[in-house]
């Protein structure tokens, strides 16, 4: 490899969805040396022990050079092979056996670390697909982002009874190599393609990690001193053979000591799942994961169709704003029709809209995603009309963004901003419209150009599909989001509420002014006096205005602004009397 690290994109798709596709990392004679010996072996597995020549290919991709260069950045220096390779699918058997995977509880000899942009994987699934999966095909599938996940898989997402529309079944080429965090949520779907299913996988660790045992016949000793209690021998017990693996376990009550069955784990937590909470697991399941939730059917017909004339008899007021594209090619389009206003039109008009801000299905859920004591500024009706421009996705987990990220705590979901859309209408599959990027709520690396415009999203962009009545809410501001553009000749028809946590401010205000604050205590202040006196505006990153510089010793007041959003209040110049 000519480069000197993995592309941000590459961090970034292996960060957010816990797996990396490299495409055509073999070449055809690589492909055609392992196929020719699957055939000629008739084996699934073991091929790193064949009789030579029939090994070498498998001994080849063992430390592939792509391969190495890519684990030495996922996994770290000195990754090791941990279990040996065979071929997946069908053939082994392995089909249709419920998910494994996920980070809760946490596993810490298989889970991803990652912090000041640095990352060790302790556990990576490497498949080389020997011959191509299409779309459709079945074979392995996985849970995009759960790698990262804070709570334990619904039994339902496990089984596939109901999978919530998570599981993505990748798509590959011949000579491709999937990386798939240990972590990540995987299994093997039945094979439905016309073409032979070949899937070699390699699981690799990272350097320190204990696991598996190894096959050797060192691994059948028995090292431990025969002197001991049993205790005593299971504490200074010495990992890698079958009798220390798993480990032995002992158990105690603070006054004695025992064995226990070496199978079970005990690591006990002070805290106790919560069966009063009032909140649906695989709702919060969803939300952790993807950084949004659907919940479906939630308007009565009588408001949908209500709501829905509301719309038709004030169209004229719909304003056509800005076109959002950002410079994509895929999300160009005309200006976003939006109309606002709509808790204050006439009677009865106005009824369904206010009977969402404050809906029973709506703070019920925003109680348990950030707290009580939030508030809205009320809806604003979307109405993308055929050619609308999509909106660039925006926002995301890094840089961080405290007054709008999303912190998974002790069992609270702390989400200090979530929009909250109605849908009026449904949205399809090709409509256009919302998407997001699940799991962008955790990014550690920025979010890559092409997944902004949506030009090359790296299959991390979802699109969801909804029905007239749905709720959507999404993680406004710590979830990488936008729109895509509007494909529909029948019009969008998603009426957005934006909420913000009782713990910051989004939109300035009047209190914002330092005289409405504090009163005459701030009569002949500086401007660098004042900058500080100020109530609590929007949060724009590092560009807030007015902000305090020290330059050469001095105290100077800056109203530079960046590209970011600014609240109405937000001053452009000194503001001290004496200095206008
Ligand atoms: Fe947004």
Same mark, same amino acid.
């Given at each position: 490899?000519?480069?000197?690290?993995?592309?941000?994109?590459?961090?970034?798709?292996?960060?957010?969805?816990?797996?990396?596709?490299?495409?055509?990392?073999?070449?055809?004679?690589?492909?055609?040396?392992?196929?020719?010996?699957? &055939?000629?072996?008739?084996?699934?597995?073991?091929?790193?022990?064949?009789?030579?020549?029939?090994?070498?290919?498998?001994?080849?991709?063992? %430390?592939?050079?792509?391969?190495?260069?890519?684990?030495?950045?996922?996994?770290?220096?000195?990754?090791?092979?941990?279990?040996?390779?065979?071929?997946?699918?069908?053939?082994?058997?392995?089909?249709?056996?419920?998910?494994?995977?996920?980070?809760?509880?946490?596993? @810490? $000899?298989? !889970?991803?670390?990652?912090?000041? /942009?640095?990352?060790?994987?302790?556990?990576?699934?490497?498949?080389?697909?020997?011959?191509?999966?299409?779309?459709? /095909?079945?074979?392995?599938?996985?849970?995009?982002?759960?790698?990262?996940?804070?709570?334990?898989?619904?039994?339902?997402?496990?089984?596939?009874?109901?999978?919530?529309?998570?599981?993505?079944?990748?798509?590959?080429?011949?000579? &491709?190599?999937?990386?798939?965090?240990?972590?990540?949520?995987?299994?093997?779907?039945?094979? +439905?393609?016309?073409?032979?299913?070949?899937?070699?996988?390699?699981?690799?660790?990272?350097?320190?990690?204990?696991?598996?045992?190894?096959?050797?016949?060192?691994?059948?000793? /028995?090292?431990?001193?025969?002197?001991?209690?049993?205790?005593?021998?299971?504490?200074?017990?010495?990992?890698?053979?079958?009798?220390?693996?798993?480990?032995? !376990?002992?158990?105690?009550?603070?006054?004695?000591?025992?064995? #226990?069955?070496?199978?079970?784990?005990?690591?006990?937590?002070?805290?106790?799942?919560?069966?009063?909470?009032? %909140?649906?697991? +695989?709702?919060?399941?969803?939300? &952790?994961?993807?950084?949004?939730?659907?919940?479906?059917?939630?308007?009565?017909?009588?408001?949908?169709?209500? =709501?829905? #004339? $509301?719309?038709?008899?004030?169209?004229?007021?719909?304003?056509?704003?800005?076109?959002?594209? *950002?410079?994509?090619?895929?999300?160009?389009? !005309?200006?976003?029709?939006?109309?606002?206003?709509? %808790?204050?039109?006439?009677?009865?008009?106005?009824? @369904?809209?206010?009977?969402?801000? =404050?809906?029973?299905?709506?703070?019920?859920?925003?109680?348990?995603?950030?707290?009580?004591?939030?508030?809205? *500024?009320?809806?604003?009706?979307?109405?993308?009309? +055929?050619?609308?421009?999509?909106?660039?996705?925006?926002?995301?987990?890094?840089?961080?963004? $405290?007054?709008?990220?999303?912190?998974?705590?002790?069992?609270?979901?702390?989400? #200090? =901003?979530?929009?909250?859309?109605?849908?009026?209408?449904?949205?399809?599959?090709?409509?256009?419209?919302?998407?997001?990027?699940?799991?962008?709520?955790?990014?550690?690396?920025?979010?890559?150009?092409?997944?902004?415009?949506?030009?090359?999203?790296?299959?991390?962009?979802?699109?969801?599909?909804?029905?007239?009545? &749905?709720?959507?809410?999404?993680?406004?501001?710590?979830?990488?989001?936008?729109?895509?553009?509007?494909?529909?000749?029948?019009?969008?028809?998603?009426?957005?509420?934006?909420?913000?946590?009782?713990?910051?401010?989004?939109?300035?205000?009047?209190?914002?002014?330092? #005289?409405?604050?504090? *009163?005459?205590? %701030?009569?002949?202040?500086? /401007?660098?006096?004042?900058?500080?006196?100020? *109530?609590?505006?929007?949060? =724009?990153?590092?560009?807030?205005?007015?902000?305090?510089?020290?330059?050469?010793? +001095?105290?100077?007041?800056?109203?530079?602004?960046?590209?970011?959003?600014?609240?109405?209040?937000?001053?452009?110049?000194?503001?001290?009397?004496?200095?206008?």
């Amino acid at each position: 490899m000519d480069r000197e690290s993995m592309s941000n994109e590459e961090n970034y798709c292996f960060d957010v969805g816990g797996y990396l596709i490299v495409r055509g990392a073999l070449k055809r004679k690589e492909i055609e040396a392992c196929n020719e010996a699957l &055939d000629q072996a008739g084996q699934i597995d073991g091929m790193l022990g064949w009789p030579a020549p029939l090994r070498e290919p498998f001994r080849d991709l063992l %430390i592939h050079p792509v391969l190495v260069w890519y684990l030495n950045q996922i996994c770290g220096y000195g990754f090791r092979l941990e279990e040996e390779p065979q071929l997946i699918g069908e053939v082994a058997g392995n089909v249709g056996v419920p998910l494994v995977g996920g980070n809760e509880p946490r596993d @810490p $000899a298989r !889970t991803y670390y990652h912090q000041n /942009d640095r990352r060790e994987c302790q556990g990576v699934r490497a498949i080389w697909a020997l011959a191509d999966v299409n779309e459709g /095909d079945g074979g392995f599938v996985m849970v995009h982002c759960s790698h990262k996940s804070n709570v334990e898989t619904p039994q339902d997402v496990l089984t596939g009874e109901d999978d919530m529309g998570l599981t993505v079944q990748p798509v590959l080429q011949a000579g &491709d190599l999937l990386l798939v965090a240990d972590t990540v949520l995987q299994g093997m779907q039945p094979w +439905k393609g016309k073409g032979r299913q070949r899937l070699l996988s390699y699981e690799y660790a990272a350097r320190g990690v204990i696991r598996a045992k190894g096959t050797g016949p060192k691994v059948q000793e /028995d090292p431990s001193a025969d002197e001991l209690t049993p205790e005593e021998r299971a504490v200074l017990y010495k990992p890698g053979y079958e009798s220390t693996t798993p480990p032995p !376990t002992v158990g105690s009550d603070g006054e004695r000591t025992w064995l #226990e069955d070496r199978s079970k784990i005990i690591h006990p937590s002070i805290y106790i799942k919560d069966p009063n909470s009032n %909140i649906d697991e +695989k709702e919060f399941y969803f939300w &952790d994961l993807s950084g949004y939730l659907v919940v479906p059917n939630v308007m009565t017909p009588e408001d949908l169709e209500l =709501a829905n #004339e $509301a719309i038709d008899r004030f169209e004229d007021r719909i304003v056509v704003g800005g076109e959002l594209s *950002g410079g994509s090619k895929s999300l160009v389009g !005309t200006g976003r029709p939006t109309l606002g206003g709509l %808790i204050n039109l006439p009677k009865p008009y106005c009824e @369904p809209f206010r009977r969402m801000v =404050a809906h029973p299905a709506v703070v019920h859920r925003l109680n348990w995603m950030g707290a009580s004591g939030f508030r809205c *500024g009320g809806p604003t009706a979307f109405c993308a009309v +055929k050619g609308t421009s999509g909106h660039s996705l925006h926002d995301a987990n890094e840089p961080l963004n $405290a007054s709008r990220g999303y912190v998974f705590q002790n069992g609270r979901s702390y989400c #200090e =901003a979530i929009t909250v859309t109605w849908q009026l209408r449904d949205v399809n599959e090709d409509d256009g419209g919302f998407a997001c990027v699940p799991g962008s709520h955790k990014a550690q690396y920025r979010l890559p150009q092409g997944v902004r415009s949506c030009d090359d999203h790296m299959g991390l962009v979802v699109h969801p599909v909804m029905k007239a009545g &749905d709720v959507l809410f999404f993680m406004d501001g710590a979830q990488t989001h936008g729109a895509l553009a509007w494909t529909n000749d029948i019009p969008r028809r998603g009426m957005l509420i934006k909420y913000s946590s009782r713990n910051f401010n989004r939109s300035g205000g009047e209190m914002v002014q330092p #005289e409405n604050r504090w *009163g005459n205590l %701030i009569d002949g202040m500086t /401007d660098a006096q004042l900058a500080v006196m100020r *109530g609590p505006d929007r949060d =724009a990153h590092h560009g807030n205005v007015p902000r305090l510089i020290v330059e050469d010793g +001095k105290v100077n007041a800056s109203y530079e602004r960046t590209r970011a959003l600014y609240s109405r209040e937000t001053p452009t110049e000194p503001l001290a009397k004496e200095s206008r």
